[in-house]
């Protein structure tokens, strides 16, 4: 997946593979590895080919990510992705609700309240 050896027809076949690959190390208990691939796998380099370039946008690795980092990620790790799904505009509406509650958990109430509010401006 990650040295695009293969030509996809399509982005979603991409996204599908890496999404495997992770389910993969998830089975084999390899949670460093899961982490490690997910948060590559939305960050595309500039070099990638034209049929990749849309990885970055996928909806299902970015909740596969957002899903993983809160539970094996630190609560930094997890915040920046959240910001970074805000900042990309990849967000929907369960993971701005998602992420207040993540950040209402862990008693950052202040952000959690600003979290609200960049939801709200996103839509």
Do not use: M
Not at 61 to 79: I, N, P
């Amino acid at each position: 997946c990650n040295r695009y050896v293969y030509e996809f027809k399509n982005v979603d076949d991409l996204a599908e593979c890496f999404a495997a690959w992770v389910e993969l190390e998830l089975r084999e208990e390899a949670w460093d590895e899961a982490l490690d691939i997910i948060r590559s796998s939305v960050v595309v380099p500039p070099n990638a080919p034209k049929w990749a370039r849309g990885l970055s946008k996928s909806l299902r690795l970015w909740d596969l990510l957002l899903d993983l980092e809160e539970s094996l990620g630190t609560v930094q790790s997890t915040k920046d992705a959240y910001n970074r799904a805000i900042e990309q505009k990849v967000a929907t509406p369960l993971h701005i609700l998602n992420y207040a509650t993540f950040l209402t958990e862990q008693k950052y109430f202040e952000e959690s309240f600003s979290a609200y509010e960049r939801g709200v401006e996103l839509f």
